[in-house]
């Protein structure tokens, strides 16, 4: 249909039109910024009155990084006032917290107070009585607060970045392939992956922000069994980059289908890892030892060996099958509505 840097046919155009329109529709609009605002002040009011230990909390996930939607969760981390390179910061008795928090939310009227402790992280979930905002509170994770950042650093160095994971997040949701407790891929798995593809392209749109000679600067975090570990979160300012010369001039219509193409059926699963740290991908040999059985890698920017994709096999072969599907959807010229047709999560 099109070169990578060729003229765009008519649909092409068209999809790059209807992504703008899309991200226009979907966004989070004042109202629901300040619901959330309002909603954040308010814990930490909570916080402030009934928490014996001074605790500052700061939100993080698609709402702080301004990729949010009217009905996205509100991802808050509760960081004590203690200096950040503290090991102490996550021991043991932290986790315990989650449960008097919990005892405190609910007799603050919020719904649906649960701890779940089995994930990696242990999180406080609950919905908010006035205005029905889901709410997951983790404890002292700074790795969540600086892969936001760093998230956010990258979409401030082009603008498609933004439109693209507006897209990129609402067909991947509605194709039933955006639910890690089912199996499938979280919304940061697909956010790195496409980092990674803008860094891989032959005339690449984003640079990689972790220059292995930077400055440490490192954060503790918490690890299994309550102990904690220091992790380098340093990455490069965006103002402080030169723009990539020659510069990327795809079409945002163009990005998806190549970023479809790529993961449906060009990249390597076998052979290789996704890795934004390391500028875009690395081989298989070059990753940690724990990932060799492994269906798909994506290597988290800051967390050494955590690989941020949990699907097993057959969810990818799910997950590249609707890539496929789509792209022959968008190559037909059906539309950027044909890939958002809802189907529940597999
Ligand atoms: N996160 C993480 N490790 C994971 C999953 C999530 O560190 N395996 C952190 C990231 O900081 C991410 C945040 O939790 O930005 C929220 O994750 P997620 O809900 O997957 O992404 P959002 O961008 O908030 O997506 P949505 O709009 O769907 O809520
Ligand atoms: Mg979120």
Request: aromatic fraction near 8%.
């Amino acid at each position: 249909t099109t070169g990578a840097n060729g003229g765009t046919s008519p649909h092409i155009q068209q999809l790059t039109e209807d992504m703008i329109d899309l991200t226009e529709t979907i966004s989070i609009k004042a109202e629901g910024r300040l619901l959330r605002e309002n909603l954040v002040t308010r814990v930490q009011g909570i916080l402030n009155t009934e928490w014996p230990k001074e605790a500052k909390i700061e939100s993080f996930g698609s709402y702080a990084s301004g990729l949010g939607t009217d009905d996205s969760d509100l991802d808050l981390v509760i960081l004590p006032a203690l200096p950040e390179q503290s090991q102490e910061l996550v021991a043991p008795g932290r986790y315990q917290d989650l449960f008097i928090l919990k005892t405190l939310f609910l007799r603050y009227s919020m719904k649906d107070v649960e701890v779940i402790s089995g994930a990696r992280v242990p999180i406080l979930k609950f919905t908010d009585h006035k205005t029905g905002i889901k709410v997951d509170i983790n404890y002292g994770q700074y790795a969540g607060l600086y892969n936001t950042r760093l998230i956010e650093s990258y979409v401030r160095i082009d603008d498609r970045m933004r439109n693209f994971l507006y897209v990129l997040k609402a067909f991947v949701k509605s194709r039933g392939i955006n639910s890690p407790a089912l199996g499938s891929l979280s919304s940061y798995c697909y956010t790195l992956m496409a980092i990674s593809y803008f860094q891989t392209l032959l005339v690449p749109v984003l640079p990689c922000l972790q220059d292995p000679h930077l400055i440490p600067h490192n954060v503790p975090n918490p690890g299994p069994y309550g102990r904690s570990t220091l992790i380098n979160v340093a990455f490069t300012d965006p103002s402080r980059i030169r723009p990539c010369i020659p510069q990327n001039s795809m079409t945002l219509g163009e990005l998806l289908i190549g970023f479809l193409e790529y993961y449906g059926s060009k990249f390597d699963y076998t052979k290789s890892c996704v890795s934004i740290r390391r500028g875009g991908v690395i081989s298989r040999d070059r990753g940690s030892r724990l990932w060799t059985r492994h269906a798909f890698v994506v290597e988290d920017p800051f967390i050494p060996d955590l690989n941020v994709a949990g699907a097993r096999q057959n969810m990818m072969n799910i997950v590249r099958h609707e890539f496929q599907a789509a792209v022959r959807a968008l190559r037909d010229g059906r539309g950027l509505n044909a890939i958002l047709t809802p189907k529940q999560p597999y």
